[in-house]
């Protein structure tokens, strides 16, 4: 019996792993049970009965290929992201926004026209979970505004029985007001942080003094105040502080009161800007990540935030209505569609949402469901189609042609089997939860 062609067979001691890339479940096997893309006849009549049900056995893939869009669109979460202003206290060289600081914030009637964007979508097409992602510049900077679009999502979801799930992008300098948030159903803080050496020479204060230690301090006052909240730790990647991961890990072990969230990102020159040279290309990088960086992260007991997957399904991008709003009050597809020219106002895209207006087109045009190349590939519930993503396209065009883009499956799912031998494969908290912590 045939094995889907979505199905990865990897050998592990003396057994064959069975990871159904559809799902992200596994089955363990007799060697000799697989053969190739074939189901030896071996076993018994429930287990293979059982194995059909959960989608490893086929006779065709057509019935996935027919229901592709109900897995890769998500229709039940909406992600907006709130560019509040290009001001901040810090000036990163690597910054997508250095040199655009102009002290201007979004104006008060675009966050209305916020809410009434999510209204208007409601309306079409209710969901059961908001995701509001506040960032800047520095959010912080410009408290009042945070206070209102967070304050009139509160009660958007409140009126409309909506779970919201507070996103907040801060560089950690500036935390007493966001200790302050309340009133939501989850509440999410990022914060850069790269090896101290490394973050104090690029992350500055205004009289020039590194920022790491006062970081780390913040970090710990949140966590004592608002236990609750998750922090992810980013940790920016270049050719520099890539070699100094372990010893980051080791020092924010010490430091740190608890275990946070570690996400490793691509220090891209996206800005156009020569003033911050990154030697790693995204290829080297997503080597590194799904490698030595969970090796990484294993040893030190954190969790590993990295998955198999390239575009897991909290990607903002892969929600239908999904929209990020720039300070100026112009609106993209997702938080990396700062390099696309001809954005729509939101107040012409409120005016118009119910037409098929030139974003909403365009979204369409951006999913991978009118990519009959991405339809056809085995590979599509490992990348979800991101060779269509502007963040990957941006970063490396020809990354499709590998498609999952060098990530090394069958040592991630060695890994993992080796984590819950030994008793700690909560330790891979993306792929046992299906959660993305961007």
């Known amino acids: 019996m045939k094995l889907s062609k979505y199905v990865r067979t990897i050998n592990y001691n003396d057994e064959v792993i069975l990871y159904n890339t559809v799902d992200h479940a596994m089955v363990q096997l007799p060697?000799?049970?697989?053969?190739?893309?074939?189901?030896?006849?071996?076993?018994?009549?429930?287990?293979?009965?059982?194995?059909k049900e959960m989608g490893y056995l086929v006779e065709t893939d057509t019935l996935i290929e027919s229901q592709m869009e109900s897995y890769l669109i998500n229709r039940t979460k909406l992600f907006i992201s709130v560019e509040l202003n290009l001001s901040c206290n810090l000036r990163c060289p690597?910054?997508?926004?250095?040199?655009?600081?102009?002290?201007?914030?979004v104006d008060n009637r675009v966050l209305e026209k916020i809410v009434d964007y999510a209204n208007a979508v409601?309306?079409?097409?209710?969901f059961s979970d908001l995701f509001l992602k506040i960032l800047g510049g520095e959010p912080t900077l410009v408290w009042q505004k945070f206070e209102k679009i967070y304050g009139d999502f509160s009660v958007f979801c409140h009126e409309k029985g909506v779970k919201l799930h507070l996103l907040v992008d801060t560089n950690g300098t500036l935390i007493d007001d966001l200790l302050t948030l309340s009133d939501y159903d989850s509440l999410l803080f990022t914060i850069p942080l790269t090896a101290k050496e490394c973050h104090d020479d690029v992350r500055k204060d205004a009289k020039g003094n590194g920022t790491y230690d006062l970081i780390i301090e913040?970090?710990?006052?949140?966590?004592?105040?608002?236990?609750?909240?998750?922090?992810?730790?980013?940790?920016?990647?270049?050719?520099?502080?890539?070699?100094?991961?372990?010893?980051?890990?080791?020092?924010i072990e010490r430091k740190l009161t608890f275990k946070p969230l570690i996400s490793v990102n691509y220090t891209a020159e996206l800005n156009g800007k020569k003033d911050f040279g990154n030697g790693m290309t995204y290829r080297e990088f997503v080597e590194w990540s799904s490698s030595k960086a969970i090796d990484s992260l294993v040893k030190n007991k954190m969790p590993v935030?990295?998955?198999?997957?390239?575009?897991?399904?909290?990607?903002?991008?892969?929600?239908?209505?999904?929209?990020k709003v720039f300070s100026d009050g112009t609106v993209g597809s997702c938080a990396m569609d700062f390099f696309e020219n001809g954005r729509m106002s939101i107040d012409e895209l409120v005016s118009r949402i119910d037409e098929d207006n030139s974003f909403l087109l365009k979204k369409k045009k951006q999913t991978i469901m009118v990519d009959e190349q991405c339809l056809k590939c085995d590979s599509i519930f490992l990348c979800g189609g991101t060779n269509k993503l502007p963040c990957i396209k941006a970063l490396d065009s020809d990354l499709c042609k590998d498609k999952h883009f060098g990530i090394d499956i069958e040592m991630f799912i060695?890994?993992?089997m080796e984590c819950q031998e030994n008793g700690t494969s909560e330790l891979f908290v993306v792929f046992e939860n299906g959660e993305s912590y961007r």
């Open 218 to 251: 913040n970090i710990n006052t949140i966590k004592r105040e608002k236990p609750e909240a998750k922090i992810v730790i980013r940790y920016n990647v270049d050719n520099e502080n890539v070699k100094l991961f372990d010893i980051f890990l080791e020092d």
């Open 305 to 323: 935030t990295i998955s198999p997957i390239v575009s897991v399904e909290e990607c903002q991008f892969r929600s239908k209505y999904s929209l």
């Open 94 to 105: 690597y910054c997508y926004q250095a040199g655009m600081h102009n002290g201007k914030s």
């Open 122 to 126: 409601y309306q079409k097409e209710p």
């Open 31 to 51: 060697k000799e049970a697989v053969k190739g893309n074939e189901l030896e006849d071996i076993l018994d009549d429930d287990s293979v009965s059982v194995l």
């Open 414 to 416: 060695k890994k993992y």
